[in-house]
């Protein structure tokens, strides 16, 4: 010991505590696949570290990972939630039953190529023969046998394709002739999947599933409901945009009201995962300085909607990607329930912003008094993050946030007594986005 230790005897605790801060720009894709098994979630920073672990290019989850990985910018990492229920996708095509009316489409099953397919019914066509017809026109294709099961039900025309279990098969380019087209993949424990995996790692923000089926979707709709993450799903479902019934999947979340869930409506390969491509898109902003209305997205195909269908899917609050003046862009961006996808996330960055800054005040301070020093400091750190939100863009500078907090002398003694610093209140305005503008104008000569 030197002869200063021996006079001045000195200790120094730091006291700083670090916590792992809620991450706003992590997407999850949840998906069965066997390419790993020694746990339920990995991260990803690649496509090339999803290939050295065996993932082929075919995948659903690399598909999706691509989608992710091939925007400007992109998240830095994605986690992969490994589903050990594997779903039997399903699709049940529904044609008009007209007469002399050609029905056609593409298929491909797990990796093969895409093969066409047609039929035209006859001059006398009913119901069954129409069934029996496109069973046939599918049935006949290579990459059929063995992969998928096709069914025609004789009494209303109804047209079924099953995926062998373990199997992905992708529809495109179906003719208009077909009235209604679903995705009824039955759900099979997706919810229970998704905890399992969050049990492991919860540390992500946004949801995105491989399986597109409708029971799916309402599943996960209700599911995410209950959590601070947003699910981003796509629906080949064609009631979604052909019809203003509040029946199809679009419809019945927004009369649930879901603030969580946006439903991405495509016309398109409904194993495309276009779902997570705007989930890469959205993601790598900071939480408030972003809209998703009017965005590009790489990956992802436009579809051809007349203004009635495009009222339908604003009706319903879905997410459409169409060309408008030549471009390619998403619509308005909304979550089912009609609020916006960034006001839904600036909220939950608001919300953990405060939470975890005033948990780290607390803990890492050998204590906050209880005296109107102490409360100075609590309202400190809430005006902190109120201006962080001013500087991110997520809220108005003016009116100017305000926090009001209690003198210690107001506060009910069996508060102090539970060492209860209450109430606390702020208020804040979002600072919102300009996604309309009305201009009208004077030129004179």
Known sequence: MSSLDSLVSLAITLEST???RAGYGTPAILDYNTRFTDTLVRSYGSLAAMT???FATTDLAYIAATKVFSQNPKPSTLKIFRRTNAPAETMVLTPTTAVSTTYSGTLAITGGSAQDWTYTSSATGTAATIANGLTAAIAALLS?????????ATATGVVTLTAVTGKHFALDEISSTFSDVQDETPDVSSVA???ACEAIDSDYYGLISTSKGGPEIVALSAA?????KILIIGSMDKDVYNSSALTDVAGVAKTAGYDRTAIFAQKGNHMAQGDAAIMGNWLPYTPGSETMHLKTISGVAADTYTDTQAGYLNTKNALYYKTVANVNVLLWGKVASGEYLDVVRFIDWLY????????????????????DAGVAQVEGIIRAVLARGISVGGLAA?????????????????????????PITFTATL???IHITSITGTVSV
């Open 18 to 20: 670090t916590l792992s």
């Open 52 to 54: 050295t672990d065996g």
């Open 144 to 152: 059929y046998s063995g992969n998928l099961v096709v069914s025609g």
């Open 193 to 195: 999947n998704l905890a």
């Open 224 to 228: 995410i409901e209950a959590r601070r």
């Open 352 to 371: 953990s912003n405060i939470q975890e800054d005033v948990f780290v005040l607390v803990s890492s301070n050998s204590k906050i008094p209880f005296t």
């Open 398 to 422: 003016s009116p100017a946030p305000n926090v009001i907090v209690p003198l210690v002398a107001d506060v009910a003694t069996a508060d102090k007594a539970a060492r209860n610093l209450t």
């Open 431 to 433: 600072a919102g986005a």
